[in-house]
């Protein structure tokens, strides 16, 4: 089969698109024919040696493709079926093999791409506001870096959940009107405008993918026994929080980081992706359609990725 390696720690333009043997399968796990490939900056941390991945090897935690070949102890999934997978590693690749629990079945209305380009942000937003924030339908939530991958996730998923979803973003007229609200991250006062919004009780949940200026404002803005999850720093600044400003309101920093979900939590990947697929069946997510690529351009496509040239999801084509 043909793959993207990584045969030396740097930069993802360096990547080299080769002749590599078929991954070997196991009892448990699902040989798939890749389709599509979705790309994440988490792709272009492994790229880096930061993840200290063996050499060579192939990044990418998302594809869809179709099964071609089942593990003695699969039972659940067979040849033929379409399906979307999220793995640790090893998606820029024609053939991957995959724990059969992280592969779910696509829904008729699913197309490849879309499917590639799913698993990792609505998973790590479906975990972090199910699971870690315990959002329960009639709070408020805000979301920050709302137009990004993983913030536009978190608005639908929210949404659907049955909370009152508050939006902050550099570029409001990039985002639906049926929001609660939506806040300028640049030009709104961000506490003032979340306590107006909220008759002055504070946000329930604060989902926060940026970090930097974002975080004072928000902390500002939370309520008694508020929780602020934090999923990223697209801002590039990490904000401090002393632990007397917590004790003040009763509120809880949550981290979210979905790696340790891939290895030790394995039931909650599962039910996340059939959630998540039942949802998109039914219309209630509608992902941004993505920029799709040749797998063989995958090293420079990376590259624009974590170089922030594009605001589009990227995914690779490792076959039509
Ligand atoms: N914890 C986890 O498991 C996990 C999983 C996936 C991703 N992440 C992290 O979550 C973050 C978002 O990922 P993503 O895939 O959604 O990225 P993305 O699609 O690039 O979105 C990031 C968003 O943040 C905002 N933003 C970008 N640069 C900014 C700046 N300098 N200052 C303020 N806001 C800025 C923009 O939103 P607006 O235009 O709407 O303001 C942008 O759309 C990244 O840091 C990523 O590494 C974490």
Redesign the pocket.
Known sequence: MKALLCKAYGDPSQLVYTEAPSPTLHAGEVRIAVHAIGL???DGIQVSGRSQLPLPFSPGFECSGTVIECGTEVQALHPGNRVLAIMTSGAYAEEVVVPAAHVALLPPNMDMPTAAALP??YV?AYL?LVHRGQLKPGETLVV??????????ALEIAARWGATVI?????PE??PAKLAAVLN?RQDDLARRLLEQTSGRGVDLVFD??G???FDPAWAALAWEGRYLT??????QVPQLGLRQALGKNGAVIG????GYLTRRHALVPEALRTLLSWYEEGALTPRPPQVAPLSDGGKMLQRLVD?QT?E?IVLMARE
């Open positions: 994440n900056y988490a990792v942000a790590t972090a920050s870096g709302a137009t990004g991958r993983v913030g536009n996730a939006a902050v973003t550099g570029r990039h985002l991250l993918t940026i930097g200026s974002f999923v990223g720093f697209a801002s590039g979210f980081e979905l790696g922030h605001q999801k």
